[in-house]
């Protein structure tokens, strides 16, 4: 263990702090405590995840517990979840939300925007889609662009959710903002890195109790910023005694970087989201309809980035056309700056009915029903990649238009019953969804799904046991810039003449090769197949839940290198000054005669979206309440995770060695099964368990929570085919002539095709395995009478930071985040 100077900082705020907490005027009157309605001087206030006690494996986290959490983005409620692993919160980098995943990288715990792709995220009952942005500079998936500040409660299902939910391959994550009336309500949060601002307040704005609320924050770290504001505004009537809401919602963010290096080299990224919903529901109460409801959501987000940056290049050539053929080049000057704009704006338009009923039966039972419907239209109206022709940041390099690219169409529908007696809870759900544009036929996926909770034995004393059990399929429809992908352009020099005497006198053609592989209709849904079995024991002092899943995912999307052959001339080259060479009719001409030629061939590479990522996870989590110790006011909560995954991608992925014989370029391209690291296959695997010491002290508004973070195993491997690849053969091979062939024992016996033995070291595939080693961190909220809350954390506090060895990469890994801590003062009127 180090004492570094950064160790001491936290513990002094700490001891600080904890003098403060001792501090509380006006908490007594007359030897008599008064009455408080804030959450901190409750006794059994919740400050940490909860497990639903409905069916499902689902996460729980009231208004208490993100106050106590202070989380910048929804990348830090994971850390709440079973066996959840600390992360020093921050904006500066890409922040992604997912569960169930081994997240750990290079000693720190980082999560990867693939496995995002796959969470659904609803605010509010609104899902947000980002499935039409194209080349952004942030992901629509990027957690910093949505705010925690309008958060009030939150709900993470991490197992098989309701029939509702689709176009997800990972988890639901729903998010209820502040509604209604709303005291005046600021906060600050300070961290080294951080600043925060908050600033809302809801109103009443008429007597039959319609609400406006409104909120605004605004985020800083570094070169990085953002900010927004939210406008909520909740109506309700009592036509014929019947109920009937209805609530408009508009939120809008901007976020702005800038990476200035110097003046010839600087980047600016920005993006502005604008979403709308309107939800109306009516409650009828009628035999055969209970409540009706109606939501028409939009969505207008724009994102751009500005690239500005000198290219050194001397005499390149360079051609805009879009087709395959010979052309004339423009020759670009030599050290000129170019400004590279990409510009996204993605779009969606929403609309979803639902209705439900119930019967209530004999013996306490009762049968519920509902169904819905929901369509969505989505597609990108943005100017694309843009440039100077005369300054193309490169040679291979087109303009593109994403409003060429069709518009998305998606349906969706289920059905859902719902079945409870005393002792037996049970959700059954079909649900169908639906993708269609311009080019592609409807692309569908059935989904079944279960999920059951069986109270198997109750005591009057207060002893249950109850079980719970699930299984579901679950999926995700491709995304825009998976079926468009972008074309590509590979251009090759065919002739080059530059008269040093006489300025002006050039000539250059390029032969360009486009595959036009712009669409994919191959593409299928990604889809996931969960298994869950679980117990639930209580006691009149000790609660433990405990589930164990399976997922299988099949068809995830990867991608598959392919070489395409060409061929083009190679024009002689002329060496004489004061020549004028031409082209016309499709060939180069000079005083009258036809410059000679040679025909070659060369590969384009094309990248291609394909359905060949296959995961299988897992594990067992836990969570166990082991009650209050009384004298010392602390409760103790234990919660663990054991997962295993293993991922395996069946791309065939083409490799063209870079070798010149006699001038001429490699004529053999490979075909492997092994991607373009050293295999094909990861396994990796982690137990992780938090113990969190949760103290309270309602007297004074105090709750402190000190989280001691145990990674006990964490191995990753990699693989090929299960097991190692030092020296792997091609499965295939093509030459020229585009024709593809098995690779046979022939061919190894052949030294022409030595140069397609791919050799890889053989320490990239031993396994990696890490002794225990563990973190501390610590949560402290402090109220001052009823309008004032501090809260204190730090990450890490005792600085430890151990050092593991990775025999993979033949290096040392310090593991966990450095120490942090932060500030957050919450003032409501």
């Known amino acids: 263990m180090r004492y570094s100077t950064l160790y001491k900082i936290p513990i002094r705020i700490v001891t600080i702090f904890l003098l403060l907490s001792s501090l509380h005027p006006g908490n007594y009157l007359h030897g008599q405590e008064q009455p408080d309605t804030l959450s901190f001087y409750l006794p059994n206030i919740l400050v940490t995840a909860i497990e639903s006690k409905t069916p499902g494996t689902v996460s729980l986290l009231p208004a208490s517990t993100l106050e106590h959490t202070q989380p910048i983005t929804i990348a830090d409620l994971t850390q709440l979840l079973p066996g959840g692993l600390t992360n020093n919160s921050g904006v500066t980098d890409a922040q992604y939300f997912s569960v169930r995943e081994v997240s750990l990288k290079n000693g720190v715990n980082q999560f990867h925007k693939n496995a995002a792709m796959g969470a659904q995220i609803w605010v509010d009952g609104s899902p947000l889609h980002f499935n039409t942005g194209i080349n952004e500079p942030y992901e629509g998936y990027d957690a910093r662009f949505l705010s925690l500040n309008q958060v009030k409660e939150a709900e993470i299902i991490r197992g098989i959710p309701s029939a509702r939910y689709g176009n997800l391959t990972n988890s639901v994550l729903l998010l209820k903002t502040h509604q209604g009336r709303m005291p005046l309500s600021t906060s600050i949060r300070y961290n080294p890195k951080l600043k925060q601002y908050m600033l809302g307040k809801g109103f009443c704005i008429s007597p039959q109790g319609h609400t406006l609320n409104l909120l605004a924050d605004y985020t800083s770290q570094g070169d990085f910023h953002t900010g927004g504001i939210r406008l909520a505004n909740l109506c309700h009537w009592l036509p014929a005694g019947k109920k009937l809401e209805l609530s408009l919602t508009y939120t809008s963010r901007i976020g702005k970087e800038k990476q200035f290096v110097n003046e010839q080299n600087h980047t600016q990224r920005q993006r502005l989201d604008q979403r709308f919903s309107i939800q109306g529901e009516w409650q009828p109460d009628r035999r055969w309809l209970k409540k009706l409801s109606l ?3 939009g969505s207008l987000q724009k994102s751009k980035q500005t690239k500005s940056q000198v290219n050194n290049a001397s005499s390149q050539l360079y051609t805009d056309q879009k087709e395959s053929g010979e ?31 119930s019967f209530p039966l004999r013996q306490r039972r009762e049968i519920s029903l509902a169904a819905g419907f929901s369509w969505r239209g989505e597609g990108n109206e943005g100017r694309g990649r843009d440039f100077d022709r005369q300054r193309p940041p490169s040679t291979s390099i087109r303009p593109r238009s994403f409003r060429e690219i069709p518009s998305l169409h998606t349906f969706g529908g289920f059905i859902e019953a719902t079945y409870r007696t005393p002792n037996l809870h049970v959700e059954a759900g079909l649900r ?29 004393s207060g002893y249950t046991l109850s079980l719970k059990a699930g299984v579901g399929w679950i999926s995700f429809m491709p995304t825009l810039e998976k079926l468009y992908p972008e074309a590509i352009y590979n251009d090759k020099v065919s002739f080059y003449y530059n008269d040093s005497n006489e300025s002006g006198n050039t000539l250059g053609i390029l032969t360009t090769h486009a595959p036009g592989m712009e669409r994919n209709m191959k593409l299928k849904p990604t889809v996931n197949r969960k298994i869950e079995v679980g117990l639930i024991g209580k006691t009149p002092a000790i609660r433990l839940d405990m589930t164990v899943f399976f997922e299988k995912q099949t068809d995830g999307f990867s991608s598959s290198a392919q070489y395409i052959p060409f061929s083009y001339r190679e024009y002689d080259y002329l060496s004489t000054a004061q020549l004028r060479p031409e082209y016309k009719d499709g060939q180069v001409w000079v005083n009258g005669k036809a410059v000679p030629y040679q025909e070659k061939y060369s590969y384009t590479p094309v ?26 006011r602390t409760s103790l909560i234990v919660d663990g995770i054991w997962l295993y995954v293993r991922e395996k991608n069946t791309a065939l992925n083409g490799i063209w060695p870079i070798q010149y014989t006699d001038k001429t370029e490699y004529p053999y391209v490979g075909f492997y099964d092994k991607q373009g690291g050293p295999g094909n296959e990861s396994r990796s695997e982690i137990i992780s368990t938090n113990f969190r010491f949760i103290t309270r002290i309602p007297r004074i508004g105090l709750v402190t929570t000190l989280t001691w973070q145990m990674i006990w195993l964490y191995k990753y491997r990699t693989l090929y085919n299960g097991s190692t690849g030092e020296n792997v053969w091609p499965l295939y091979w093509c030459g020229t002539d585009g024709i593809i062939h098995p690779f046979t024992e022939t061919q190894k016996e052949d030294p022409a095709f030595a140069p397609l033995l791919s050799t890889t070291a053989p320490e990239r595939f031993l396994p990696n395995s890490y002794k225990p080693y563990g973190m501390l961190n610590i949560r402290v909220n402090k109220a001052f009478g009823e309008h004032i809350t501090l809260a204190f954390f730090a990450n890490n506090l005792a600085d430890i930071r ?4 990775s025999a993979s990469t033949r290096s040392y890994l310090q593991q966990n985040t450095q120490p942090f801590f932060g500030l957050e003062l919450q003032i409501k009127l």
């Open 802 to 805: 151990p050092t593991r060895y």
């Open 295 to 297: 939501r028409i959501d």
């Open 607 to 632: 990248s291609v979206p394909v359905n060949t990522l296959h995961r299988k996870k897992h594990g067992i989590e836990m969570v166990a309440d082991l009650g209050t110790f009384s004298p010392l």
């Open 432 to 460: 169908n969804q639906g993708l269609k544009s311009r080019d592609y036929a409807l692309i569908y996926q059935t989904e079944p799904r279960l999920n059951l909770l069986w109270s198997l034995c109750s005591s009057p």
């Open 327 to 357: 052309w004339e080049a423009h020759v670009l000057s030599s050290n000129y700056m170019y400004t590279l704009v990409n510009e996204s704006r993605p779009f969606y338009v929403e609309t979803e009915m639902l209705a439900s009923t």
